[in-house]
Structure formats: C-alpha cells, structure tokens
C-alpha cells in the first residue's frame, strides 16, 4: 500500500522560507518521478516541480523557478521542496505525488497535503 505523508507547512511572512518533507512507504522509491503540486481555494491543483528516481534531472513551474528547490534522499525514502523567498500567491495545500512507472506514466499516488499560508 502506498503512503505518501506530507509534513513541514505552516505560516511565515512573505520572504520567508519553509521546508517540506515528503515520507514514502510501500513503493520502490529510487524508480519513481515525484513531484510537488499545489491547489490554493477556488482553483485547479497546479503542477510545481518533479525530480527523477535519482535526482539527476528535474523540472520547475515558471512561476517558482529560482526560489523553490526540491531534493531527494533515497535512503531516507524521503522527497524535499525547500521554498525561499515566499509570496502570498503561493499560499495553497501542497501535495506530494508520484508517478507511475508503466505508461501513461501519470501521478497516480498522491498525499494528503499540507497547508502553506504566506502572509503580506
């Protein structure tokens, strides 16, 4: 069974920072893509970023480019987003999702979120 448990949200002041954690269980964590998404009230769930199986590549929303980074530690069965520089407009529920390894290779696991408010 997989479980994917979010933790690290909170409130902080816009420039500010937040690091959130991303547990596995129940996957082959070193073969999956994971990715980061956001949903704030009143709009869709948005794409943030995603890592491969081995850190080697990833792939940034525009809108969060060169402030948020995101990390793995394989051994530790654990995603990271270290968010920097925060705005109001990233105040949303993030979720951590992975990916599926047989096509279409969409994000078929997902967490249950954890809320990020930044204030002005």
């Known amino acids: 069974q997989v479980q994917l448990v979010e933790s690290g949200g909170g409130l902080v002041q816009a420039g500010g920072s937040l690091r959130l954690s991303c547990a596995a269980s129940?996957?082959?964590?070193?073969?999956?893509?994971l990715g980061w998404f956001r949903q704030a009230p009143g709009k869709e769930r948005e794409f943030v970023v995603e890592?491969?199986?081995?850190?080697?590549?990833?792939s940034y929303a525009d809108s969060v480019k060169g402030r948020f980074t995101i990390s793995r530690d394989n051994a530790k069965d654990t995603v990271y987003l270290q968010m920097n520089l925060l705005k109001p407009e990233d105040s949303a529920v993030y979720y951590c999702?992975?990916?599926?390894?047989?096509?279409?290779?969409?994000?078929?696991?997902w967490g249950q979120g954890t809320q990020v408010t930044v204030s002005s």
């Open positions: 890592i491969d199986g081995n850190g080697g590549a990833t």
């Open positions: 999702a992975a990916r599926g390894v047989v096509y279409p290779f969409s994000y078929d696991s």
């Open positions: 129940g996957i082959t964590f070193s073969r999956k893509t």
